[in-house]
């Protein structure tokens, strides 16, 4: 079909900072950055049914850094549920309490609970589209992953579209971040199958 995608919580892997991180970091660091931390993730694919399909172990390194139009990035590399190639996943900065690309798009905050802080949106033909809008949420329960149990805060999307689909819409795409941790479980919706990838944190290493 023309509109082959997959719906998800865009590869937004933690992130943050250069030599002066300590300026740079949003509050109460939920982005952790420097080059050689990492993340260990088991990915599991299911149907809405809750049937599984395919299990994967990722991971996720910061890699180095990049000055791009005279911001510093930090270069994402590793594996995701759309490919088990090694490769550049995201260049991310944070710009105040906001984390963003180098297009100057938001992808989490920890102060803004109000906003819609980034939309996505296709149109496959002249009259169908796809889009999602995140904003940030804040959960009154600890997430629990292999890892440990986490305070978390979640950069949560919602699903819409006007294609018919046989499953209730909305959906949502979920990105929960710990403080001085990160990213410890995503949940993302892919559109076309209507499976769900979620992506649970097994270890990590953070630098201080």
């Known amino acids: 079909m023309k509109y082959y995608i997959l719906v998800f919580a865009i590869i ?3 992130l943050s900072c250069s030599d002066d991180e300590a300026s740079l970091q949003p509050s109460d660091n939920y982005t952790p950055m420097a080059i050689g931390n ?3 993730y088991q990915t599991n694919i299911t149907k809405l049914d809750g ?3 395919s299990s994967a172990i990722d991971s996720v390194v910061i890699s180095g ?3 791009i139009d005279g911001n510093n990035y930090y270069v994402f590399e590793g594996t995701n549920f759309i490919s ?3 490769r550049i996943l995201a260049l991310r900065r944070v710009d105040g309490d906001n984390l963003v690309d180098p297009e100057g798009l938001t992808h989490f905050s920890s102060t803004n609970f109000s906003d819609t802080l980034y939309r996505y949106r296709i149109e496959p033909d002249n009259d169908k589209w796809i889009s999602v809008d995140y904003q ?3 959960p009154i329960d600890q997430i629990t992953v292999p890892a440990g149990s986490f305070d978390v805060l979640d950069f949560r999307g919602v699903v819409q579209t006007n294609i018919s689909t046989p499953y209730p819409l909305p959906k949502f795409a979920h990105n929960y971040r710990a403080s001085d941790v990160g990213l410890v479980l995503r949940n993302t919706f ?3 199958t209507g499976y769900i990838v979620e992506e649970r944190l097994m270890r990590y290493s953070i630098k201080n």
Do not use: G, L
């Open 12 to 14: 937004t892997i933690c």
């Open 38 to 40: 990492y993340w260990v």
């Open 51 to 53: 049937t599984a399909v």
């Open 65 to 67: 850094d990049s000055i």
């Open 84 to 86: 088990n190639d090694w």
């Open 136 to 138: 940030m949420n804040n």
């Open 190 to 192: 892919a559109f076309t």
